[in-house]
């Protein structure tokens, strides 16, 4: 009998038609209209279009803001205007203050506690919804950057600074959670590199509007701290950024462009939830190869800011070097989303040629920083000493080094992503490999900025960001070989599996009990 009742995430899976003339629960369907054969060309479930579900689309302002990208557009600027400022303090180099011991101790708080409960972020995200996943990620930024204009005006209050990074890392965790299961969840899978692209431009462009205030107030200050006139600005910045989640659609309303619905993470016992990291990884071992990569994702970050930025510039030239990486983040993006996007290449292709620019950008960057790291060293540069400034004859080398840093970082970033959404459709486990990307990258975070903290020396912690960089694509080469098809099948998909053992033993029962 027929059924209206809303497709599951599954149905964007091409695979063989299970019916039943009884429906108790969302049986999976195939969507063959899905980019699943629009990637693939055809196939031999081509057979199976009597069986596609297809939603209309709203028409007019309603159309216009339930539209993925303007969805999409929406949670960027959730980060645009959130994590987006807090890029823009960190780029300073020690938040802005002259000493970054403390900025470094408050950092490697924010990524301690986030790697805690970024891993179990996709569990809370599926019980309690992803809008107010959202909602509540965004609390703690506003509070952290208040931190640092406290410090400004009575510098013992680093205590305040550190505390408040760890309850960012809380909150943030919850954020960056929701946002991986948006935006790799509302468009179809050839739109995934595009929707990142956009994704990442936006985000990228709160750094930059930061960077831009940040420059703005010191432009023309020579000294090596912020002023209070920096903190405010990107403070009230941060506060809009709270109200967008409550302005945002029901995730459940959602219609792809390919007329699918977006149904967004199940609702079921904690027990299962929990169950599900499990499955998620035995299911799909492969992800364990990603985990280098994830590693590395946010380890670079110490090095470029703190012992590269901070180091050897005085905070109008922090300033200057800052808006240009967030600048550069967004041509970055929009060059890697082009590449793994492009219709002319099978998505295998894709992949590794993504791999390859990566592959390239990072020797280039590193051999090029390591012959300006050579010259010096904690000891040869004193955090009060006259440093480099914007008129200095050796400066526009060393700001295009933070160009090329801010392409790569990018194009790792949205590669990254990218091979997330390659392995997978179903928003249940996207929400739990976004918990494990953001969880494994802040741990590696945690780690490399304490290290910064403690005086490790500036050449180690380079050589080794360089080492797990390098590892990191090592490690996902074999990934993409064996695991990255040209379309995703339900083979690869455990979670769905199970959710389909599931409704056939529901199903199975009332039938028996109907009897």
């Not at 590199?193 to 709160?206: E, K, V």
């Not at 990291?277 to 190869?289: E, F, K, N």
């Not at 380079?462 to 490690?475: D, K, P, Y």
């Not at 074999?478 to 409704?503: C, F």
Request: charged share 15%.
């Amino acid at each position: 009998m027929s059924t209206s009742r809303v497709p599951t995430a599954s149905q964007r899976i091409s695979r063989p038609v299970y019916t039943r003339s009884l429906h108790l629960g969302p049986f999976p369907r195939p969507n063959i209209m899905s980019s699943s054969l629009e990637e693939k060309g055809g196939g031999k479930n081509s057979t199976d279009n009597d069986s596609i579900s297809v939603y209309e689309r709203p028409k007019g302002l309603r159309g216009v803001y339930y539209h993925p990208i303007t969805q999409i557009v929406m949670v960027a600027f959730v980060c645009f205007l959130c994590p987006g400022m807090f890029n823009a303090l960190t780029g300073l180099g020690g938040g802005g203050q002259v000493d970054p011991t403390t900025s470094a101790n408050s950092t490697c708080a924010v990524y301690a506690t986030y790697a805690f409960f970024a891993f179990f972020s996709g569990t809370v995200n599926n019980k309690i919804g992803t809008k107010r996943t959202l909602l509540f990620g965004t609390l703690g930024y506003a509070l952290y950057v208040s931190s640092y204009l406290a410090i400004n005006i009575h510098p013992d209050a680093g205590w305040f600074v550190v505390t408040s990074g760890a309850l960012l890392g809380v909150t943030a965790a919850f954020l960056w959670t929701a946002q991986g299961a948006m935006m790799l969840s509302y468009c179809t899978e050839a739109q995934k590199g595009i929707f990142i692209s956009i994704f990442w431009a936006i985000f990228n462009l709160g750094a930059v509007v930061g960077a831009t205030v940040s420059f703005g107030q010191n432009i023309h200050s020579t000294h090596n701290k912020a002023s209070n006139g920096t903190y405010v600005g990107i403070l009230v910045l941060t506060l809009l950024g709270v109200t967008i989640p409550l302005l945002m659609a029901d995730p459940n309303k959602m219609i792809r462009t390919d007329g699918t619905r977006v149904v967004m993470p199940r609702h079921p016992s904690w027990k299962s939830e929990f169950h599900g990291l499990w499955v998620a990884i035995i299911t799909d071992p492969m992800i364990l190869l990603l985990f280098p990569m994830f590693f590395a994702s946010n380890y670079f970050y110490t090095w470029q800011f703190n012992d590269y930025n901070s180091a050897l510039f005085n905070i109008r030239a922090r300033s200057l070097n800052n808006f240009m990486y967030w600048l550069s983040q967004i041509i970055g993006s929009g060059m890697i989303g082009v590449v793994l996007d492009s219709k002319r290449l099978r998505r295998r292709v894709r992949a590794f040629t993504g791999w390859g620019i990566l592959l390239v950008m990072t020797f280039t960057v590193h051999i090029w920083a390591y012959y300006y790291q050579r010259t010096y060293t904690r000891a040869s540069i004193p955090i009060d000493s006259q440093k480099m400034d914007i008129y200095d004859t050796g400066y526009p080398a060393h700001v295009w080094l933070m160009i090329f840093y801010g392409l790569l970082d990018a194009m790792w970033q949205t590669t990254s992503f990218w091979l997330i959404g390659a392995m997978s459709n179903d928003t249940n486990k996207l929400a739990i490999y976004a918990g494990f990307y953001h969880s494994i990258q802040s741990a590696g975070a945690a780690g490399v900025w304490r290290m910064d903290a403690i005086g490790l020396p500036y050449m180690n912690i380079f050589l080794s960001t360089w080492c797990l960089v390098v590892a990191g694509l090592v490690f996902a080469f074999p990934m993409i070989y064996l695991r990255i098809r040209d379309t995703t099948v339900l083979e690869d998909e455990g979670l769905m599996q199970r959710d389909q053992e599931i409704n056939d033993t529901r199903a199975k029962g009332m039938i028996e009990s109907g009897n």
